[in-house]
């Protein structure tokens, strides 16, 4: 490579850098990327999907003009950007006009730049006027979010630097594959380990993650609250507690000592399978108390991480609460070093939710039903706060009224693959086709795409620039490195083209340094405030930690060494009790199914399975079974399976693993068609985040 331009990986929230050039080695000037060594969250390492990242610009499949189907049923065919435009803005005039603005509907995505996601929430509540309004995050990490705003006032999925975990005496790891999911994050228990650091992981998997860990921890899934209530029991009755920290630095102790009271160990290791031990040595570990840990200024400093394993649930914001707790009674969070952590997913997946494409939220982390918030907000905009809409429904909630009597008759997608990824897909999908009218934005013809209207292409990662703000919470700029295919256009620019046409007042930018500057306004004065933050501190500083409330304000790596973001600076316990998943096996249904990833392909697949490389590494769907239980029900290594839960069946590939508990299964959500997983899962929503329960449900196999 000659040279190339600095930038970012376009999938996970580690936002490993990269250099991003033509290979003059290749005559064509084919693009390729290269590792930067000079963002730490990375450390200098990319994983398969960063490698292979370039391949996807060029794929057979790109969307390189407007598609448009004349009438429903219809053939997708190309078209003008001024014919897709034209119709998309005179069918929500037309829906508008028949049902009221709420008709219309918006969903969004983690993946989107800040710039993207703050114009996408503003073009929904001022250029369509609608409620309804949300996005793939909800499925991500909302329960995490509920809980820290909760507990600490402040959802910053990680309130520190990330090499911070490096020396970590005790890392507690619930439910989080980073090995697969963000490889060069191995880098940092490396160092950890290195230094003397021990690594507990709770799954219910041995996976390449549980492999390095010091101690693993393989519950039932579900049963994570129980588990983490159990490990806090046993800190109290065995003296491991820190009073004086729970004295000054919290409030609501006592109810939480009082609900723990009930999960003695014995009762903790028949809800979740965990031998006492275990969860004795998990404990000890995690307090500094087995002359293990290095204790290496002295102090003890210990982390509790949680990731969609123990979030993706029906009570899942209750039971990253449980881990705040333990966390909180330990003393962590807010010492340097030491703390509670959410692994955010998503590429934008922090800044993603900050800036106003969440049903419930304006830009800077604001509530939409925050008076002082929509005058703020309504004010940069220009319009009359009475104008900006009320809260609107969320993910789940929204997708399931798509074309109901009541919902939303169009729904505008940008960044996310649903009929892939929502749970209990095949509902979802009989939704979208009830819809009467469907726009998807993307590069790829997605299977989400290819069910709309109309079509429109837009920009990839390295054809574009704005910011996105990673897992530590440090806003970083994604830098054009290529200029796009002709015919395709930027989200940024679709949007207002859009806008201009349905006549929407205030100011619409395509350029996503005119959209940062109104994006920094809009967020002044909020949770997450970004004013301090301008694209040349990025890159002169390498990133910028939010809040930063000016532009001679250092940013915030570590916001709560002094004192949390709740009125009184305190963080908050809050008790909470174990509900155990929301279905449970039974004779019908005998086994727990779980979902997740694995390290090849990136989320719903449309980008990663039309990467060759990656396809090779992980060609189809398959279910992991203990060996026990395929031979039980006669089912070969390799064999095709039918899996059957309440909402319908998915066809995959039986591979028989010990690294899987006897009584549970796992399917990874990556392919479409009828090896979906999402074709099994259970959408039984969280009550705070509505988070849905992806991670546990009941279902039986059969071989086919
Ligand atoms: N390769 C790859 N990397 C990715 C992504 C991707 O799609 N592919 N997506 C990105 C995104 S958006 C996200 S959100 C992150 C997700 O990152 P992770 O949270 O690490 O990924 P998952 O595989 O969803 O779940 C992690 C683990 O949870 C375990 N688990 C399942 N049920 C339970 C339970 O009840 N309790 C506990 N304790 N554990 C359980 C699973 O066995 C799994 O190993 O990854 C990001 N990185
Ligand atoms: N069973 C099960 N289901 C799950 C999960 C699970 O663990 N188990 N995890 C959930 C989680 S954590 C997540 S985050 C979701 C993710 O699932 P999805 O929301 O489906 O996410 P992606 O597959 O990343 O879809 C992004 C789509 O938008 C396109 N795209 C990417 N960037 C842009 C952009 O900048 N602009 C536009 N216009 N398009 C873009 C991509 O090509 C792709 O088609 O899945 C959830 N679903
Ligand atoms: S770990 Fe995440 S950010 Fe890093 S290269 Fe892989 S997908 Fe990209
Ligand atoms: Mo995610």
Not at 35 to 47: E, Q, T
Not at 249 to 256: E, K, P, Q, Y
Not at 606 to 613: E, F, G, L, N, S
């Amino acid at each position: 490579m000659s040279s190339g331009t600095p930038t970012h990986c376009p999938y996970c929230a580690l936002q490993c850098g990269m250099v991003v050039g033509r290979d003059l080695a290749t005559g064509g000037g084919q693009v390729r990327v290269a590792p930067r060594s000079d963002v730490p969250a990375g450390a200098g390492g990319l994983c398969q999907k960063g490698w292979t990242a370039a391949d996807l610009l060029t794929t057979a499949d790109r969307l390189t003009t407007p598609l448009m189907r004349v009438h429903a049923g219809a053939p997708l065919e190309p078209c003008t950007w001024d014919a897709a435009l034209d119709r998309i803005a005179a069918e929500i005039e037309r829906l508008r006009a028949a049902y009221g603005p709420d008709a219309v509907a918006v969903f969004g995505g983690g993946g989107l730049t800040n710039e993207k996601a703050y114009q996408l929430g503003k073009f929904a509540r001022v250029g369509l006027r609608t409620a309804n309004i949300d996005y793939n995050g909800r499925f991500c990490m909302s329960s995490a979010a509920a809980a820290l705003n909760r507990a600490f006032g402040m959802d910053r999925g990680l309130p520190m630097p990330i090499t911070d975990l490096e020396t970590a005496d005790a890392i507690l790891l619930v439910g989080g594959n980073v090995a697969e999911t963000m490889p060069p994050f191995m880098r940092h228990l490396a160092a950890q380990r290195a230094g003397g650091g021990q690594l507990i992981v709770i799954d219910p998997r041995t996976t390449p993650t549980a492999r390095r860990a010091d101690l693993h921890l393989r519950p039932t899934p579900g049963t994570d609250l129980a588990l983490a209530n159990g490990l806090l029991h046993i800190a109290v009755n065995e003296g491991l507690i820190d009073e004086t920290y729970i004295a000054a630095r919290t409030r609501g102790f006592d109810a939480v000592r009082t609900a723990v009271n009930s999960y003695w160990p014995g009762r903790v290791e028949r809800i979740t399978g965990v031998p006492v031990p275990q969860l004795r040595r998990a404990v000890w570990l995690l307090a500094g108390e087995t002359g293990e840990t290095r204790g290496r200024s002295g102090d003890h400093t210990a982390l509790v991480l949680t990731a969609r394993g123990a979030e993706q649930h029906a009570d899942g914001t209750d039971t990253v609460t449980a881990y705040i707790n333990l966390a909180l009674a330990l003393g962590l969070p807010g010492l340097p070093g030491s703390g509670y952590g959410c692994l955010t997913g998503q590429g934008n997946g922090q800044g993603g939710r900050e800036h106003g494409q969440k049903a419930d939220q304006l830009p800077g982390y604001r509530k939409i039903d925050d008076p002082v918030a929509r005058a703020h907000v309504a004010a940069v905009w220009d319009v009359e706060p009475a104008a900006i809409p009320g809260p609107g429904r969320s993910a789940y909630e929204l997708l399931v009224s798509l074309g109901t009597r009541d919902g939303p008759k169009a729904l505008l997608l940008f960044g996310s693959n649903p009929v892939v990824s929502a749970p209990h897909a095949a509902a979802v999908e009989e939704r979208l086709d009830a819809l009467e009218f469907l726009v998807v934005a993307d590069f790829v013809p997605s299977e989400t795409a290819l069910r709309a209207d109309v079509v429109l292409p837009t920009t990839q990662w390295a054809e574009e620039s704005g910011t996105i703000t990673n897992l530590e919470g440090r806003v970083l700029r994604r830098e054009r490195a290529v200029p796009p295919p002709p015919g395709v256009r930027g989200d940024l620019a679709v949007l207002a083209a859009l806008a201009g046409r349905l006549n929407a007042p205030g100011t619409w930018s395509g350029e996503p340094a005119e959209v940062f500057d109104e994006l920094r306004r809009a967020s002044a004065g909020g949770l997450a405030d970004y004013s301090g933050i301008t694209y040349e501190r990025i890159a002169a500083e390498g990133g910028v930690f939010w809040p930063c409330p000016g532009e001679g304000h250092p940013g915030t790596p570590r916001p709560f060494l002094e004192r949390f973001a709740t009125p009184d600076g305190r963080a908050r316990f809050t008790p909470v009790e174990h509900r155990g998943a929301v279905e449970d096996v039974c004779a019908d249904y005998p086994l727990y199914l779980t979902t997740g990833r694995v390290l090849a392909h990136y989320q719903s697949g449309a980008q990663t399975r039309r990467v060759d490389q990656l396809n090779k590494a992980a060609p189809e769907p398959y279910v992991e079974l203990h060996p026990d239980v395929a031979e039980r029900l006669g089912i070969a290594a390799g064999a095709l399976v039918r899996v059957t839960s309440r909402r319908g069946s998915a066809l995959v590939r039986a591979r028989p693993t010990d690294a899987i508990r006897p009584d549970t299964v796992f399917v990874p959500f990556h392919w479409a068609g009828t090896g979906r997983a999402n074709l099994l899962t259970n959408p039984a929503l969280d009550p705070l985040s509505r988070m849905p329960e992806f991670k546990v449900c009941a279902v039986r196999l059969e071989a086919v």
